[in-house]
């Protein structure tokens, strides 16, 4: 059964505090590539003696139906979400191991690592499959992460880096007395939104109201 969901939340911080969101999410966006790194590694030592591309799929097909795969250490690698949501998870695997003169080729660590951008004081973080963004301004201390309206974006949501790192943070953090934030969810079964708001007062209400406002432009 479909569930079209959605799902804002808006944070207002600190300018110290937000910093510490964006150290989060960066490690939290590492770890990932590391497990993304991993998997494709792992799926490369053991396809790339088999010569045949029907063969290669057919391997990569039963990884994703057995969720993991072995490394060459004997280490067992889960596979990454986003291949095992994909319609033909074997296809994209295989195009990520494949260079642009079509020959199978090992990932490189190179290609998996997430630098910060120095000084920078307004970060912006994706994740396409899911359809989530996340905006963090460090001259504001202000925060907004939206899941798009999608068949069960918030659901599959829940369960990446990006999602998860947030939550973690708001679940943990000990509102200050100029902080605030409200989280915002919808989906097609409701008549209405449901909100839970974080450490929220009326005055500061209006101050996070203001602040979104102003950094949409209005």
């Known amino acids: 059964m479909s569930n079209y969901q959605e799902l804002e939340t808006n944070l207002q911080l ?18 990932e590539l590391d497990a993304h790194y991993a998997f494709l590694r792992a799926v490369y030592d053991n396809v790339k003696k088999t010569r045949v591309e029907e063969k290669r799929l ?15 250490d004997g280490v067992c ?6 291949y095992d949501r ?3 998870g074997a296809a994209m695997v295989l195009a990520d191991l494949t260079d642009e003169e079509g020959k199978l080729t090992a990932p490189k660590k190179s290609d998996y690592r997430f630098l910060r951008t120095a000084n920078a004081k307004e970060f912006h973080f994706s994740h396409d499959s899911s359809e989530q ?17 999608n068949n069960r974006n ?3 949501a829940k369960k990446t880096w990006m999602y998860q790192a947030l939550y973690v943070f708001i ?11 409200v989280e915002r969810y919808k989906d097609e079964y409701m008549n209405d939104s449901s909100y839970e708001r ?14 979104a406002l102003k950094i949409r432009g209005y």
Do not use: W
């Not at 964006?22 to 966006?29: E, F, R, S």
């Not at 963004?133 to 899941?147: D, R």
């Not at 943990?172 to 605030?180: I, L, M, T, V």
């Open 86 to 88: 994909c319609m033909d």
């Open 171 to 181: 679940r943990s953090h000990k509102f200050g007395r100029s902080e605030s934030g």
């Open 198 to 211: 974080f450490h929220l007062k009326e005055k500061q209400r209006r101050r996070l109201a203001k602040a």
């Open 154 to 156: 918030v659901d599959d």
């Open 77 to 82: 690698v889960s596979i990454i979400p986003e």
């Open 14 to 31: 600190s300018k110290a505090n937000a910093s510490k969101l964006v150290t989060l999410i960066y490690k939290a966006q590492q770890v």
């Open 58 to 72: 057919a391997l990569i097909n039963n990884v994703i139906s057995a969720g993991h795969v072995l490394s060459k």
């Open 133 to 149: 963004t996340l905006s963090i301004n460090l001259n504001t201390g202000y925060v907004e992460y939206e899941i798009s309206n």
